[in-house]
């Protein structure tokens, strides 16, 4: 299992538009790996991957709860990116924990995203996307996001 948060040397922060569905982090794994992301983790009873998040202003103030987040990938050979979750069509869950609390397991079920399918491969040509639509944009800085170590594996990948 691996670590994949905002701070990982192959993720790229981005400040997104406000008003419309734009990337926040880019995920691309290094060069000869693939990254896998599972949809059910020992952890919890519901399905789901566990995402920790604080997402703030430049303001240090939780971006507003009617927040939309949603993973999409991009493969070389497609003209958009995919969706590969379900659309959150608000944060409340995160902004109503602290990321102590997020982690704790008798809260990580409110804080699973639903993948489509039972896992993600994510190849090293690939991009996985963590995208925002929210009305104020997020400061990374200020913000913090992390995908649960035990639903994620770094895998050799040649292609």
Do not use: C
């Not at 192959?10 to 995920?27: A, D, K, R």
């Not at 009873?45 to 430049?58: F, H, N, R, T, Y």
């Not at 979750?85 to 699973?112: F, M, P, V």
């Not at 994510?122 to 996001?145: C, H, M, P, Q």
Request: charged residues 30%.
């Amino acid at each position: 299992m691996v670590s994949v948060s905002h701070l990982s040397d192959f993720v790229t922060q981005q400040t997104n538009v406000t008003g419309t569905t734009t990337p926040i982090l880019e995920i691309q794994p290094e060069n000869g790996t693939m990254l896998r992301f599972r949809d059910r983790v020992g952890q919890g009873s519901e399905k789901g991957i566990p995402v920790v998040m604080k997402l703030k202003d430049a303001g240090g103030n939780e971006l507003p709860t009617d927040t939309e987040v949603i993973f999409r990938v991009l493969r070389p050979t497609d003209d958009e990116p995919v969706p590969v979750s379900q659309k959150e069509d608000n944060i409340a869950a995160w902004n109503g924990l602290s990321t102590k609390e997020q982690r704790n397991e008798e809260n990580i079920d409110q804080t699973k995203m639903n993948l489509k399918g039972d896992r993600v491969n994510v190849r090293d040509k690939d991009v996985l996307r963590v995208e925002a639509n929210s009305s104020t944009a997020i400061d990374w800085g200020n913000s913090e996001f992390y995908f649960g170590r035990e639903a994620v594996e770094e895998l050799p990948y040649e292609g």
